[in-house]
């Protein structure tokens, strides 16, 4: 891999992290176009992208660095005031964000804890999972915005609303699912506005993509040709480009549908269906 092959690897990380178009298939389908994925070690190629998230996880929290400043101090406060001498009922919002954002995170990681093996391996590396769950996930987000009231916002999150998002947010170990299109789409569901929906989407994934990127952190050494520069390189490029992509999702959202990510994957899909057929009809 070349730092110019990196350097485009984390502008796709960056921008499709948050768009509800999955960044793994994106990267993937970079990876092999590139010739960089060695499908005879997986693992290296995981490892990479997993890290490679930690520019998106440095982009939220630079983005919403006052929600977690505000969640964090109120948090600490009420731990050691005990929610003021009332437990849970005395928390401030600030605090209960937090709590909220923790309860999500709980599928996902006994999941991907869970079924690590098969997530690391060749498996879900294949074209074929990728498509199907680009389209599985395009005809839900379209039934999410045709019976989606669009009427709640974050502070309406409940301990049962966090439970569900986190179970859709799960669902984002499936290559191709895309982790902020099934919590976006959890979210309308649930009956919560766009703008919403993709708020708790980011802060959700505070917790996830730094566990995620930690754990694959110890395992660097068996990236091989991949290299450590280039992985630094895409990081820090992914946070910029990451940066970008959230402050325009949420004006987007405030005045437009998400159909567009709808048509968008069902059309990659396809694309990449004729690729894969192309592959198996040649001689």
């Not at 190629?45 to 630079?62: D, E, P, R, S, Y």
């Not at 050691?80 to 709980?106: D, M, Y």
């Not at 982790?179 to 989407?201: H, K, M, Q």
Request: overall charge positive; aromatic content about 8%.
């Amino acid at each position: 891999m070349s730092v110019v092959e990196a350097v485009l690897l984390g502008v796709i990380q960056g921008v499709t992290e948050f768009l509800p178009i999955s960044s793994t298939a994106h990267l993937t389908l970079a990876g092999k176009m590139l010739g960089i994925v060695d499908t005879h070690a997986p693992e290296a190629w995981t490892a990479f992208i997993a890290v490679m998230q930690l520019g998106t996880l440095l982009a939220v929290l630079l983005f919403f660095r006052k929600d977690v400043a505000g969640m964090t101090t109120c948090l600490v406060r009420d731990v050691k005031s005990r929610g003021g001498g009332r437990g849970i009922a005395g928390i401030t919002p600030e605090s209960r964000l937090a709590l909220l954002i923790v309860l999500g995170t709980v599928p996902v990681g006994l999941l991907g804890y869970g079924f690590k093996d098969i997530i690391e391996g060749a498996f879900t590396k294949t074209m074929l999972v990728i498509i199907a769950s680009l389209v599985a996930l395009a005809a839900i987000l379209w039934i999410a915005e045709k019976v989606a009231r669009h009427s709640r916002t974050l502070p309406d999150v409940t301990w049962r609303d966090a439970l569900l998002i986190g179970l859709a947010q799960a669902l984002a170990l499936i290559p191709g699912s895309s982790r902020s299109g099934t919590t976006i789409t959890g979210a309308l569901l649930l009956g919560f506005s766009r703008e919403a929906a993709a708020r708790f989407s980011f802060l959700l994934s505070i917790p996830a993509v730094f566990a995620s990127g930690l754990y694959e952190m110890t395992k660097l050494h068996g990236i091989g040709d991949l290299g450590i520069v280039n992985l630094v390189v895409a990081t820090g490029v992914s946070a910029g480009a990451g940066y970008a992509a959230i402050a325009w999702l949420l004006r987007y959202l405030m005045k437009n549908t998400t159909l567009v990510f709808v048509w968008y994957r069902i059309a990659l899909g396809l694309l990449l269906t004729l690729l894969v057929l192309q592959d198996v009809l040649q001689p």
